[in-house]
């Protein structure tokens, strides 16, 4: 069976790595449904408890995101998308970023003023099966108890999100694999609680905020400027994309062109890239050869969805040539 994105048909290697990522991210959404109903059940007045279970809330947003995605963006292009849907896993990135931003944001304020005030939080206590015990510990072995998976489901994750070449994906595997730091803090704020430094707990939610605060923000920039057409880089945004070069090494390498420069547009899975080439010579080559260069181009890696080889007699000055690899 054929998988497609867009009009570009995957790879069987790319079949298999979005079956296993949707495959996670159904997990994903099944572990965390039963995080939240743990953590709520617990939860008392501990604002670091109150804001990982906020933090376990919003991380629902990017695997749902990135399954509706994956659903939009299968769709072939139509007269009025002639690009195709591939945007739908940048909007889908922007969605959670904004998200993330603003309630860190909220939580840092929350946190903050309770702190400044002096609020002292208090834990009390519960019966279980007869017995009366400090509702801490109960916390405190919840947070425990669901801070490792995350860990392996998020390193899973990063490897199908550089295959996939997919930032919603990225962004959702690194929240995941910092999701220990946050049940992490939440006990210390707890504990703190139960040994009389009532100031951790604010503390150790400030610390969560602040983390939520910087996911939201790092995926909010890579979200805009992908949607403002960003020069094409790999999947964690760390450097550009190597297909661009890839492209200009193969064109280069023809007989009938003198210089070649690519302007590379990320689309969400694939590319859409501009190759300007100037000529040997200023002849005009035949449309065969062309078309043969084209094709070879659109060979050289699957994300390249679509290609168009413009033909001029200097290149523009918003293209400069990579160094060849």
């Known amino acids: 069976m054929s998988i497609s994105f867009g009009r570009t048909v995957l790879p069987p290697q790319q079949v298999n790595v979005l079956r296993r990522a949707i495959g996670l991210e159904w997990i994903t959404i099944g572990f965390l449904a039963i995080t939240v109903t ?35 963006n299968r769709k072939p292009p139509t007269h009025g998308h002639p690009y195709g849907f591939h945007r739908s896993v940048g909007v889908g990135h922007l969605v959670a970023a904004v998200a993330l931003a603003t309630m860190g944001t909220f939580l840092v304020v929350d ?35 669901i801070a490792v998976p995350p860990i392996f489901i998020g390193r899973a994750k990063m490897k199908l999100a550089r295959d996939l070449h997919n930032k919603v994906l990225y962004a959702d595997a690194d929240m995941n694999k910092a999701d220990w730091m946050t049940a992490a803090g939440s006990i210390v704020g707890v504990a703190g609680v139960g040994i009389g430094l009532w100031w951790l707990d604010y503390a150790a939610a400030l610390f969560i905020a602040g983390s939520i605060l910087y996911d939201g923000y790092r995926n909010l920039r890579a979200a805009v400027l992908d949607l403002m057409d960003e020069r094409a880089t790999t999947f964690d945004d760390r450097k550009p994309h190597p297909v661009g070069r890839e492209v ?50 659109t060979a050289i890696d699957w994300k390249v969805q679509d290609i168009v080889l413009v033909l001029v007699d200097e290149l523009p000055d918003v293209v400069t040539p990579q160094p060849a690899g």
């Not at 809330?57 to 995101?65: H, K, N």
């Not at 939080?121 to 017995?131: A, D, L, N, Y």
């Open 111 to 145: 946190s903050a003023t309770g702190l400044i005030r002096g609020e002292h939080p208090t834990i009390g206590t519960v019966e279980i099966f007869g017995q009366v015990v400090w509702l801490g510990w109960l916390m405190i072995g919840v947070m425990a108890l």
């Open 248 to 297: 200009e090494d193969y064109l280069r390498s023809l007989p009938w062109v003198e210089q070649v420069g690519c302007r590379t547009r990320d689309e969400g899975h694939v590319f859409h890239i501009e190759a300007f080439v100037v000529p040997r010579h200023g002849r005009v080559p035949s449309l065969k050869k062309i078309v043969a260069a084209k094709e070879a181009c």
């Open 38 to 72: 743990l953590v709520f059940l617990v939860l008392g007045n501990s604002q670091a408890m109150k804001a990982a279970w906020l933090e376990d809330l919003l991380s629902f947003i990017p695997p749902i995101a990135f399954l509706v995605a994956v659903s939009i």
